[in-house]
C-alpha cells in the first residue's frame, strides 16, 4: 500500500447536490493530484496542488474544486452534480511539484461516486 | 499536448509465457514514462517509470519496460507471467518541458493470465 488515504470509499448523491473528497496524502509528500476516472477509462488529470496553491489544471469546468491544507492534505469539491460526475475519483501524492516532473505519483484507493 | 495510447484493449496469454503491453506516446519535449497496474476496486499501483539513461528499465514484481524514442513507444514486458499479473495496466506521460506534474494516461490494457 502507498500510505495515500482517501475517504468516503463510496458515496452516492442526486443530481445538483455537492460532494467533498478527502485525500491523505504520504508521509513527506507535498504535492496531490486529483483525477477523475471514468467506468472503462484511463484516469483524466483534474488539478494539482502544491504547497495550498494550485499548480495546474485539467479541461473540467470551475465547479470541480478543491483545496490543500497545511498538513498537505488535500479535498476535492464538486457542486451541481451531474450524471456524468459519477466516476472513481482518485488522488495521488508525490514528493515535489519542482517543474521537472520526474517524481512518482502514488495512489490512493479513490472513491466511488454515483450520481442518480 | 501529450497522449498516450494502448492500442490493445485486452491481452490474453498463458501462465509461464511472456507477456507484453503495448504503450506508444506523444508529447513535444521529453517524455517521461510510467506503467502503473490497477487491481479491481483499487487504486493505481506504480511499476516503474522511465526519465532518462538506459533504454530498459526494470520494476516491481518482476516487470521492466523498453524506451524506444524513434517509436515513441514504451511496452511493457514480463518474461514469465504470472495468473496473478491479471489486472488493468494503464501506461501514462507527462511531457518534460511542460510546468506542473500532470500525467496523461491511456485508456487502459486489460491482461488476462490464464492457468
Known amino acids: 500500500e502507498t500510505g495515500v488515504t482517501q475517504s468516503p470509499t463510496h458515496l452516492i448523491k442526486t443530481r445538483g447536490q455537492q460532494v467533498t473528497l478527502r485525500c491523505s496524502s504520504q508521509?513527506?509528500?507535498?504535492?496531490v493530484s486529483w483525477y477523475q476516472q471514468a467506468l472503462g477509462q484511463g484516469p483524466q488529470f483534474i488539478f494539482q496542488y502544491y504547497r495550498e496553491e494550485e499548480n495546474g489544471r485539467g479541461n473540467f469546468p470551475p465547479r470541480f474544486s478543491g483545496l490543500q491544507f497545511p498538513n498537505y492534505s488535500s479535498e476535492l469539491n464538486v457542486n451541481a452534480l451531474e450524471l456524468d460526475d459519477s466516476a472513481l475519483y482518485l488522488c495521488?501524492?508525490?514528493?515535489?511539484?519542482?517543474?521537472?516532473?520526474?517524481?512518482?505519483?502514488?495512489f490512493g484507493p479513490g472513491t466511488r461516486l454515483t450520481v442518480l | 499536448a501529450q497522449s498516450v495510447a494502448q492500442p490493445e484493449d485486452q491481452v490474453n496469454v498463458a501462465e509461464g509465457n511472456p507477456l507484453t503491453v503495448k504503450c506508444t506516446y506523444s508529447v513535444s519535449g521529453n517524455p517521461y514514462l510510467f506503467w502503473y497496474v490497477q487491481y479491481p476496486n483499487r487504486g493505481l499501483q506504480f511499476l516503474l517509470k522511465?526519465?532518462?539513461?538506459?533504454?530498459l528499465v526494470k520494476g516491481s514484481y518482476g516487470f521492466e519496460a523498453e524506451f524506444n524514442k524513434s517509436q515513441t513507444s514504451f511496452h511493457l514486458k514480463k518474461p514469465s507471467a504470472l495468473v496473478s499479473d491479471s489486472a488493468l495496466y494503464f501506461c501514462a506521460v507527462r511531457d518534460g518541458e511542460a510546468a506542473g506534474n500532470k500525467l496523461t494516461f491511456g485508456g487502459g490494457t486489460r491482461v488476462l493470465v490464464k492457468p
Open positions: 495521488a501524492s508525490s514528493l515535489g511539484a519542482s517543474g521537472t516532473g520526474t517524481d512518482t505519483q502514488y
Open positions: 508521509s513527506g509528500h507535498n504535492t
Open positions: 522511465y526519465i532518462t539513461g538506459d533504454n
